[in-house]
T-cell receptor
Framework: DLVMTQSPLSLTLTLGQPASISCRSSQRLVYSDGNTYLNWFHQRPGQSPRRLIF???NRDSGVPDRFSGSGSGTDFTLNISGIEAEDVGIYYCMQDTLWPKTFGQGTKVEIK | EVQLVESGGALVQPGGSLRLSCAAP????????VHWVRQSPGKGLVWVSGITPDGSATFYADAVKGRFTISRDNAKNTVYLRMNSLRAEDTAIYYC????WGLGDYWGQGTLVTVSS
């Protein structure tokens, strides 16, 4: 199976500080249609996951513009321009270019 | 806010069976793939199974292949996950989700399956 590796596994930030989470795939994620199906999810404690970003850089409805995604091939990044209290939780990347869909191991974000 | 609704989670003995349901009161399921994703206690997300909008094709993770069966009844706007030969390692919160390539990603609140004697 395709392996997704995130780093760092944890981040402790002060309010307003920028954050960057990396996700690396074991194979290129470009599908035969030319698109790259790499997603980012956020899971707050005790809640279901919520998708933030699809196809590398597209924000889902209602997602604040402080969240942005970038990358290509095998290397992808989620950036948060200034962390807010509601952003705590775990962030996961997930590829759905190839079967089976696979998630990264998660990055835990906390506020100091 | 659209949300899916899972049900059917329970405590079951190893080797037992369970059927989970995923209903979609806010959307018409017929246009959506539906997937099951699980999360063991304190662990990350793992994709389990998926089904096409018309139910003609199904997909499974190796860990559940041959034991779990996904199906759907579009007339009832419901997707099911039949789980047989359950093992301790199947203990998890099971979420259903649409996981589209584009817009329209919906998740449920999850249902807890505990496999223990």
């Amino acid at each position: 199976d395709l392996v997704m590796t995130q780093s760092p596994l944890s981040l402790t930030l002060t309010l307003g500080q920028p954050a960057s989470i990396s996700c690396r795939s074991s194979q290129r994620l470009v599908y035969s249609d030319g698109n790259t199906y790499l997603n980012w999810f956020h899971q707050r404690p005790g809640q279901s996951p919520r998708r933030l970003i699809f196809q590398v850089s597209n924000r889902d409805s209602g997602v604040p513009d402080r969240f942005s995604g970038s990358g290509s091939g095998t290397d992808f990044t989620l950036n948060i321009s200034g962390i807010e209290a509601e952003d705590v939780g775990i962030y996961y990347c997930m590829q759905d270019t190839l079967w089976p869909k696979t998630f990264g191991q998660g990055t835990k974000v906390e506020i100091k | 806010e659209v949300q899916l609704v899972e049900s059917g989670g329970a405590l079951v003995q190893p080797g037992g069976s369970l059927r989970l349901s995923c209903a979609a009161p806010g959307i018409t399921f017929t246009g959506h793939w539906v997937h099951w994703v699980r999360q063991s206690p304190g662990k990350g997300l793992v994709w389990v199974s998926g089904i096409t909008p018309d139910g003609s094709a199904t997909f499974y993770a190796d860990a559940v292949k041959g034991r779990f069966t996904i199906s759907r009844d579009n007339a009832k706007n419901t997707v099911y996950l039949r789980m047989n030969s359950l093992r301790a390692e199947d203990t998890a919160i099971y979420y259903c989700a649409t996981l589209p390539w584009g817009l329209g990603d919906y998740w449920g609140q999850g249902t807890l399956v505990t496999v223990s004697s």
